[in-house]
């Protein structure tokens, strides 16, 4: 029987930065991800010399030094880089009547809003403000310092006192919602709207239900870090995470769906593969949803049952329909990447197929369409129920994927004849090459709800990671947990020797 000190089931952004970091500390890793392709929800996939982004293709500061992004940190630690090419405006915002090109840089986007509304430009600019009070200390402190045990207080008074000391007026605005600030900051309903939306872009929940820090985060990093997008596409973020891994002796194994977490008296012993192979380990992190591992990864007599209740009734967004395409680029010279479309403002821009997402990342690296070619991928929220694989399926699917096409018709008036490669995905296929639970983005846990869990489980040896761990959904905030965990799962030396090999 193979043994190791750690394994980790699954091999998103959560689970490889944990992996990644526990083999740079030393300890005997082994990652088992179910697919045959490594990065979750961030994994890239090749078609007929298409490469298509699977999730995630808004990034912040992924090659810049003074960013906050937990994941450069952590590819730091790993001796790992990023090459990235940076671009503002950052998107464009279609409603209806107009759109807006939003801008990182919080002059321009003010100035851009001033355009619509003077008042939203000002009200946007006391926002900001607000929020960079909360940014810029948090922001001080490394992510890589973190850890989710009694050290950590300690530890941060004593290495990062200043940052401490500025976030102590702040505490109250961290426990409160987007919807807190922007009640008592913004009259103007235009820009209460854009605020909205903008949460919703980043937790699938609006202002009232989405966590101020986490904004605050979005805010500090667009005005004071750069925009910029991986050469190579998402997969290069994965690509990286895994060379690390490997670089500090960790090892990953494709196609190892892990059937169940072994447990015998409470204490977590290994993992049980599909195959029926076991694995020892000291150490299990599950990157599975809370609800995957509530329930297929664990059996329900292994966890007590109230702390098993309460995890499977965590409410979940909803999942998503994707379109990926290629398209003939001739006379597309004037495209940006990233578009955001909302059809009908009468509507609830959490309705599915109101709001759409569109991203077109090869008229920044041209690498990932073939010449002549761009590769663009457009999704919307989409619920699971209803969804089966019976004889209406593809009829289903195409209707489903129209207000995708209406939403990049928006962006190229004439999408369709210019289709050379067409995918659709549903939440089926989400569920299914994501491995998660009714392919959703993830827990809707709102503001002032409570928190998302840690990464502790009441089984000893078992832990989690990813976005239904503390801080939540989003690259930045699973490369988080992944820090989090794997720093409590070492001694404090440990981690401050490595935090001290950091410093600049
Ligand atoms: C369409 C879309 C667009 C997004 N856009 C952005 C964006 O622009 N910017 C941003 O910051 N975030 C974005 N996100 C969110 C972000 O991508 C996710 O929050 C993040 O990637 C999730 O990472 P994770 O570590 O939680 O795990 P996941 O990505 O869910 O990975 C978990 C892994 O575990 C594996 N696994 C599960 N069960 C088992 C098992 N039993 N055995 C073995 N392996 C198993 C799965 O196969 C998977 O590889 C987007 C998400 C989606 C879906």
């Known amino acids: 029987m193979e043994s190791y000190d750690v394994v980790v089931i699954g091999s998103g952004i959560g689970g490889l930065v944990a992996a990644g970091l526990l083999a740079r500390y030393g300890r005997r890793v082994l990652v088992c991800e179910s697919h045959t392709l490594p990065g979750g929800a961030a994994h890239a996939f090749k078609r007929q010399g298409f ?10 500061g992924l090659a810049d030094p003074t960013s906050c992004n937990p994941l450069r940190e952590v590819l730091n630690a790993l001796g790992e880089s990023i090459t990235a090419v940076a671009y503002d ?6 409603f209806p009547d107009r759109t807006l090109a939003i801008y990182g840089n919080a002059e321009q986007y003010q100035a851009s809003l001033a355009q619509i509304s003077p008042q939203a430009a000002q009200e946007l600019k006391t926002l900001t403000k607000k929020m960079l009070a909360i940014y810029r200390p948090l922001g001080a402190i490394p992510t890589l310092a973190l850890r989710a045990d009694g050290w950590l207080l300690p530890l941060l008074i004593q ?67 750069v925009i910029d997008y991986p050469i190579g596409g998402s997969g290069a973020i994965i690509d990286a995470l895994v060379r690390g891994l490997k670089r500090w002796g960790g090892q990953l194994r494709l196609g190892a769906h892990v059937d169940k977490v072994w447990v015998e008296q409470t204490q977590a012993q290994g993992v049980v593969l599909k195959t029926g192979e076991r694995i020892r380990a000291g150490q299990v992190i599950s990157n599975a949803t809370l609800w995957d591992t509530c329930n297929h990864l664990l059996a329900a007599a292994d966890l007590p ?15 998503f329909m994707h379109l990926h395409l290629g398209i003939r680029a001739q006379g597309l010279e004037e495209l940006t990447i990233h578009h955001v479309v909302v059809h009908d403002t009468e509507q609830d821009i959490t309705t599915p197929g109101n709001t759409c997402m569109i991203s077109i990342p090869s008229v920044l690296d041209p ?21 089966q694989r019976d004889e209406n399926y593809g009829a289903k699917k195409e209707a489903k994927v129209e207000p995708l096409i209406r939403a990049l018709q928006k962006v190229v008036p004439d999408i369709c004849d210019r289709i050379t490669l ?32 840690g990464c502790k489980t009441p ?32 001694s404090p030396r440990e981690a401050a020797a490595l935090l001290d090999l950091q410093a600049p």
């Not at 989400?430 to 993830?442: A, I, K, P, S, W």
């Open 51 to 60: 490469t298509f982004d699977s999730g995630p293709s808004f990034y912040c």
């Open 422 to 453: 067409k995918l659709i995905g549903t939440p089926l296929t989400h569920q299914r090459f994501l491995r998660r639970h009714q392919g959703t983005y993830g827990p809707a846990i709102s503001a002032g709800q409570g928190l998302f869990p």
């Open 89 to 94: 405006p950052l998107g464009h915002y279609h």
């Open 305 to 319: 049952p109230q702390y098993r209740q309460t995890s499977l009734a965590t409410a979940a967004v909803d999942s």
């Open 159 to 225: 290495r990062f006192p200043k940052a401490m000391a500025q976030l102590l007026p702040q505490l109250r605005g961290l426990g409160r919602s987007m919807g807190d600030f922007v009640d008592e900051t913004v009259q103007d309903p235009w820009l209460r709207r854009l605020i909205d939306l903008e949460c919703f872009l980043l937790s699938g929940m609006k202002a009232h239900q989405t966590v101020a820090p986490e904004m605050a985060f979005m805010f500090g990093e667009r005005a004071e870090s």
């Open 367 to 387: 690498s990932l369409a073939p010449d002549g070619h761009h590769v663009v991928h457009a999704y919307t929220l989409e619920p699971y129920a209803g969804w």
């Open 459 to 490: 089984i000893k040896g078992l832990y989690r990671v990813g976005d239904s761990t503390l801080p939540g959904i989003g690259v930045p905030a699973v490369a988080a947990s992944g820090i989090l965990c794997a720093n409590s799962l070492v």
